[in-house]
């Protein structure tokens, strides 16, 4: 029978010596019957049941983001099959008696580390069965899912950021509305619907010391910081770390993410350009652009895509308390020009305009150069934009540093590493996340970067660690807020080159992003729906004609299509009825007549 006493030596340090705080804390270690719930929130990830030692044990080891930028690697090699057999067997029976590394893990800290925390010398482990490579969403929710199905399972995370896992969504979002200014030392706040959280998935209390694992009675999930795996033995079931240091493994998951583009003009404008110009990506780049933000009075974003057009409208509302001026240029007609049909681009743009910045448009930039204190920007049209610090948001490059020396291939079309449909490089390698290149049963071979795939793909790889055998048919989601009042959840494929048959109706007070969320309780909205499925949809009898040219869209849904076939849709201030959308796309059924399948949607219900 499970107790609180037979818990208690996994959650004591967690807790205070009372009974209540005891029982907080079994419920903090999962016990759950075993049980895999069917919506997890990812700030509520199960520590999974204690119990199951000696050779039940299973090990897990998630090897954190490798970012070597542009150095290559030579293949690991070994000798013959032989040598190697006797390598492994050496190594496994010694295992224990090995000294520990003189290079180690940073220790996870009393409070979430700063950028600037000074590594102390810990043990890394040998060892682990589970390896996965990042330190970001993936990573996170295979940990959670790993645990999830196998309670005993001790997960090790290597990551080369000097932070636990956390959620990056908020970095361009609702982190830039706080009215904290301790903001970016804490990383908590308030999501549209009030409620307060933290960036982190978990507190330092949830996990325990690398040095820990080995030991651990009922295994957990440990982070090494601060470390980078440049390279990996395939066939030797190990990697090796920036420190010399080497861990085998078992089974691994790739989950690196991506690496900001930027442009080569940037590039090569020199120092004086580099360092007034952020690549924004991670947490210290967040505190990095508060700072500069505070500090001078010109910031220009180049990119009108998600990232770009959020930061834009952040940094504008800042403007309108300051002096700060905000400019926004990319080449496209409009905001988003390349999801959004033009006519809503051309509105989305007017909305970023009325938040206070400056929209440049169709504007390829020529050259970057520093001169009298400012950054002159010059466009290939004539025009010159001087600012004082740029923020490039153009895109992502799949991490796939490790393809070379494990011998892993990238697709040519749209990098990252290929999988196949159970997310699987190797036999005991899986991919997740922003960097695993999948092939989709309805839309064909696809890469995707956004916050739900991250959660669902990295859920479903360490579900088939542990022998799940799972195929990926998730249509995953993707959001975007332009502030509190305006956003829109989109699924599939959404390209503005497609054709696209959008139905408009009248907003009401209820349909904005924090509005939604105050009625679903999360600020994460793609976690909340994660799960759910459409199974009998039930039409508004109320009709919806068909307004594609209006001049407000209040909301709305937009149906993106190929072969007369829906492929992708926009819910435009339409929230909460993504499952309604998935079982569309995954129906793949030609539609002689959306007005009807816009009704599933009721929209036009107030």
């Known amino acids: 029978m499970l107790t609180c006493r037979t818990v208690w030596k996994k959650v004591a340090p967690l807790a205070r010596t009372s009974s209540t705080v005891c029982r907080q804390n079994v419920r903090r270690a999962g016990l759950n019957n075993g049980r895999i719930p069917t919506h997890v929130p990812a700030a509520h990830m199960s520590s999974g049941l204690p119990g199951g030692g000696g050779d039940n044990l299973k090990y897990a080891l998630l090897v954190g983001a490798a970012t070597v ?17 006797q390598e492994r067997i050496t190594e496994l029976s010694s295992r224990s008696q090995k000294p520990a590394a003189k290079e180690s893990a940073t220790p996870i800290p009393s409070q979430p580390p700063a950028v600037d925390s000074t590594p102390a010398s810990l ?42 896992p956390y959620m990056r969504p908020p970095l361009s979002k609702e ?66 770390l920036d420190d010399n240091t080497e861990i085998s493994y078992d089974k691994c998951l790739i989950a690196t993410g991506g690496i900001p583009r930027n442009l080569q003009v940037i590039e090569r404008a020199g120092e004086e350009v580099m360092k007034r110009t952020t690549l924004f990506r991670k947490i210290e780049d967040f505190r990095s652009l508060d700072k500069v933000s505070r500090n001078v009075k010109s910031i220009t974003i180049i990119g009108g895509g998600f990232l770009g057009s959020e930061l834009a409208c952040a940094l504008g509302r800042r403007s309108i308390e300051s002096d700060l001026e905000v400019i926004q240029m990319f080449p496209e007609k409009g905001n988003m020009g390349k999801v959004l049909p033009e006519y809503l681009s051309n509105w989305t743009t007017e909305k970023v305009k009325k938040e206070g910045v400056k929209v440049i448009t169709e504007a390829l930039v020529k050259s970057v150069t520093y001169k009298d204190d400012k ?26 540093d ?10 040519s079309d749209f990098g990252g590493y290929r999988v196949n449909a159970e997310l699987q490089a190797r036999s005991n390698i899986w991919v997740a996340g922003d960097a695993a290149c999948f092939y989709d049963i309805r839309l064909g071979r696809r890469r995707v970067e956004h916050h739900d795939h991250a959660v669902v793909s990295g859920r479903l790889a360490g579900e088939n660690m542990t022998g799940a055998s799972k195929p990926y048919w998730h249509q995953s989601m993707f959001w975007s807020d332009l502030g509190p009042d305006v956003g829109y959840e989109a699924i599939g494929i959404v390209d503005s080159s497609l054709p696209t048959v959008a139905v408009f109706a009248k907003a009401t007070a209820k349909d904005t992003p924090k509005a939604a969320t105050e009625e679903s309780g999360t600020g994460i909205r793609s976690e909340s729906e994660t799960e759910d499925t459409a199974t009998s949809a039930v039409a508004s009898a109320t009709p919806a004609p068909v307004m594609e040219k209006r001049d407000d869209y209040g ?47 009721n929209i036009h219900e107030d």
Request: aromatic letters at 10%.
């Open 175 to 240: 982190l830039w509305f706080s009215d904290d200014p301790s903001v970016t030392e804490t990383l908590r706040f308030k999501q549209w619907n009030g409620k307060e959280r933290s960036i982190y998935f978990q507190p330092p209390s949830f996990y325990i010391n690398p040095e820990e694992l080995d030991s651990a009675e009922n295994g957990g999930v440990a982070v090494l910081i601060g470390k980078k795996v440049v390279q990996m033995d395939v066939r030797g079931n190990k990697v090796k």
């Open 402 to 411: 490790l393809a070379k020396s494990g011998g892993l291939e990238v697709d």
């Open 69 to 85: 930028g542009g150095l290559a690697y030579a293949f690991y090699t070994l000798k013959g099959d032989q040598q190697r057999y």
């Open 375 to 400: 950054l002159e920007i010059q466009l290939k049209d004539g025009r010159l934009v001087k600012t004082d610090h740029i923020v490039t948001a153009v895109g992502l490059e799949p991490n796939v």
């Open 555 to 601: 909301k709305g849904v937009i149906f993106y299509l190929r072969d007369k076939v829906v492929v992708g849709i926009i819910l435009w201030n339409v929230f909460n009825r993504m499952p309604i959308a998935r079982k569309i796309i995954k129906d793949g059924e030609e539609h002689a007549d959306l007005n009807e399948v816009a009704k599933l949607f």
């Open 123 to 164: 043990k890394v482990p040998s060892h682990a069965s589970y390896l996965l490579i990042g330190g970001g969403t993936a990573s996170f929710a295979a940990a959670r899912s790993i645990r999830a199905r196998d309670p005993g399972a001790r997960v090790l995370i290597v990551t080369d950021e000097p932070d636990l």
